[in-house]
């Protein structure tokens, strides 16, 4: 079974910026999607960002342009970095996996369906954006 854990959460500053990141336990998957998703209180989990196997991606039109997700195959890490910071980005972070035996993983989809399409996750990273 694939294990994720998310690191690099904290307290940021508005306009500031901060780096998630989510260690990938050994896997043999060819194919697959990584994701952050993210959930404020009283409010559903959000996608925020996708990338497969490939090194494509999507992000979702909220943090566009500010955050950027990548991956380090080397490291078998998930990247999230999160640029111009907004009260609103405040929430538990947390990175997902969809794994597929075969077939692409397509980000736009994955981002579309949300946190059903994801079966792995990690525990979650607070992230507290102020003043």
């Known amino acids: 079974q694939v294990h994720m854990e998310e690191s690099g959460g904290g307290s940021g500053r508005l306009g500031g910026s901060l780096r998630l990141s989510c260690s990938v336990s050994?896997?043999?998957?060819?194919?697959?999607?990584l994701g952050w998703f993210r959930q404020a209180p009283g409010k559903e989990r959000e996608g925020v960002a996708i990338?497969?196997?490939?090194?494509?991606?999507s992000v979702s039109d909220s943090v566009k342009g500010r955050f950027i997700i990548s991956q380090d195959y080397t490291k078998s890490t998930l990247y999230l970095q999160m640029n111009s910071l907004k009260s609103e980005d405040t929430a538990m972070y947390y990175c997902?996996?969809?794994?597929?035996?075969?077939?692409?993983?397509?980000?736009?989809?994955?981002?579309?369906?949300?946190?059903?399409?994801?079966?792995?996750w990690g525990q979650g990273t607070q992230v507290t954006v102020s003043s």
């Open positions: 997902a996996a969809h794994f597929r035996e075969e077939g692409p993983c397509y980000p736009d989809d994955a981002l579309e369906r949300g946190a059903a399409f994801f079966y792995t």
């Open positions: 990338i497969d196997n490939d090194g494509d991606t």
């Open positions: 050994w896997h043999t998957y060819t194919h697959y999607c």
